[in-house]
């Protein structure tokens, strides 16, 4: 199966300039609570990587495109390529990646203005589905942020559509408009449709048809105007997710709003529910995939904090809960940073102090267990197969290799 799937890619090599213009993953499915590919059961297991598309972290060399107002550039190649090896060195299957999807309102987004398409955004973009393809990760994306941050979100579709509000007026009960506005609503179908047709310049596929892209989430964190309401319409979360099953037959669907709203679980066009945990709490974790079994969807933890800064629960029982439950599609912790590649001598940091610097020989042996646990729930959930605690972690070189084929394994 493997070798044939090698060949298939080799025979593709001499077609066309592209090493594999066909799509060499095979799409995941659902059937009830359980996801698969080609017939075998598949979990999701991963990192977030939010600034695969546009990051502000680093500030790049002069004349690189730059957004000053909020540290906005594009990441390296060399960056988003060690992303996906340290992927698989994690054991993980997959990464969810805010801007790989979300990508508005920002002079260097895919749409920096209302309808104004800026191919230059899907380079990093293209070029992250690419190398996940081929180092077989697969991508989470979502389509909006509920926030008002450098890389895009609900409040620049409201902006365009004349309603002057910014992150300053998230209690004002007008940014519902977002879900229920259909000039709006058809701006951001406009949106998603520029986005999932987009054709990739590495690899030839379309989004929609790269099965890479496993999933699209109808939002990151979608709320209404009161913190925790969870009140993203279902009728919106439908017609979301109708418009892009439309487009993309192939992809699953997840629900976008921040908690398990109970009356979206009937939504016949939405695969997948989630939640996000700050700090982890496995009673919320155990009641919310109880509801979601109940109506014979997957249940996802979308993000969570790794480090136990915020308190809460054990890691090790959160992650119990979610290998002993199998109606958990897997789990995906808050977040990523490598090395600023190609110079590799540092590690990117992010503010938050939730940054994962995978191998970094600074990290505290507090940090690396965290690692080693991570890695060996990864490795158990994506596998079935129990590794050591103190198993070493694999190497990722940096700069990470380009692979230009599909290969099973890195
Ligand atoms: C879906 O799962 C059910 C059991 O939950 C099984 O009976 C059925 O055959 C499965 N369908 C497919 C298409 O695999
Ligand atoms: C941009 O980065 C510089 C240097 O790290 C920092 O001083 C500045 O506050 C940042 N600006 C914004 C808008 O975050
Ligand atoms: C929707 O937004 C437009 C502005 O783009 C506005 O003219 C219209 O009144 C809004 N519709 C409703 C129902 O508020
Ligand atoms: C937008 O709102 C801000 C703050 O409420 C106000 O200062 C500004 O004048 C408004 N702009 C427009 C075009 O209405
Ligand atoms: C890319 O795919 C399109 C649509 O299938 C096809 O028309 C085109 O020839 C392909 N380009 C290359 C260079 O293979
Ligand atoms: C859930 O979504 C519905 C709309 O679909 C909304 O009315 C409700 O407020 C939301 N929140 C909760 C907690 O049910
Ligand atoms: C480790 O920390 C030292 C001292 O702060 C710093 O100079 C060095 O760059 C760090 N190494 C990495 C790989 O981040
Ligand atoms: C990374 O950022 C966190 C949070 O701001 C900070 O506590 C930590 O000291 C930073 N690490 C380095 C090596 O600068
Ligand atoms: C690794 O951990 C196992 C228990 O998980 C322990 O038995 C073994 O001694 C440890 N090995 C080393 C080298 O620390």
């Not at 090790?316 to 958990?328: D, G, K």
Request: charged letters at 15%.
């Amino acid at each position: 199966m493997k070798l044939d799937l090698f060949l298939l890619a080799a025979a593709g090599a001499l077609a066309s300039p592209y090493h594999a213009s066909r799509a060499l993953l095979s799409p995941v499915t659902r059937n009830g609570s359980s996801l698969s590919v080609d017939g075998a059961p598949w979990k999701a297991v991963g990192p977030n990587i939010y600034w695969l598309g546009l990051d502000e972290n680093v500030i790049p060399p002069a004349g690189a495109p730059f957004d000053p107002a909020n540290n906005a550039s594009y990441p390296t190649k060399e960056r988003i390529t060690e992303a996906m090896a340290t992927v698989k060195a994690l054991g993980g299957t997959m990464a969810r990646a805010h801007t790989l999807g979300v990508s508005t309102g920002n002079p260097l987004s895919v749409w920096p203005d209302l309808g104004v398409v800026n191919e230059q955004a899907f380079d990093t973009i293209d070029w992250a589905v690419y190398q996940a393809g081929r180092y077989g990760v697969r991508l989470l994306m979502p389509l909006v942020d509920n926030y008002d941050y450098y890389h895009g979100g609900k409040y620049n579709f409201l902006r365009w559509a004349g309603f002057n509000l910014t992150g300053d007026d998230s209690t004002n009960p007008e940014i519902q408009q977002f879900y229920t506005n259909a000039t709006i609503v058809a701006s951001f179908k406009d949106y998603i449709e520029t986005l999932v047709t987009h054709r990739n310049q590495y690899n030839n596929l379309t989004y929609a048809e790269d099965a890479t892209i496993f999933a699209y989430e109808t939002g990151n964190e979608l709320n209404g105007p009161v913190w925790g309401d969870e009140d993203c319409p279902a009728a919106w979360v439908q017609e979301i997710a109708q418009f892009v099953k439309g487009l993309a037959p192939d992809k699953l669907v997840f629900d976008g709003t921040y908690g398990i709203n109970e009356t979206h679980l009937a939504i016949e066009e939405v695969d997948v529910y989630s939640d996000h945990f700050y700090p982890v709490d496995t009673t919320k974790l155990q009641s919310d995939i109880q509801a979601v079994q109940s109506a014979d969807k997957v249940y996802f933890a979308g993000e969570y904090d790794w480090v136990g800064q915020s308190g809460g629960d054990t890691l090790q029982s959160f992650y119990q809960i979610i290998e002993e439950s199998p109606a958990v599609g897997g789990d995906a912790f808050w977040s990523l940073f490598g090395h600023n590649a190609p110079g590799c001598s540092t590690f990117v940091n992010h503010s938050d102090g939730f940054t994962l610097q995978y191998n970094n020989p600074n990290n505290t042996a507090y940090t690396t267990s965290r690692i080693e646990l991570i890695r060996q729930h990864f490795v158990k959930m994506s596998t079935g197969k129990e590794i050591s605690l103190n198993e070493t972690l694999p190497v990722v070189p940096c700069p990470a290799p380009v692979l230009r084929r599909w290969t099973s394994s890195y």
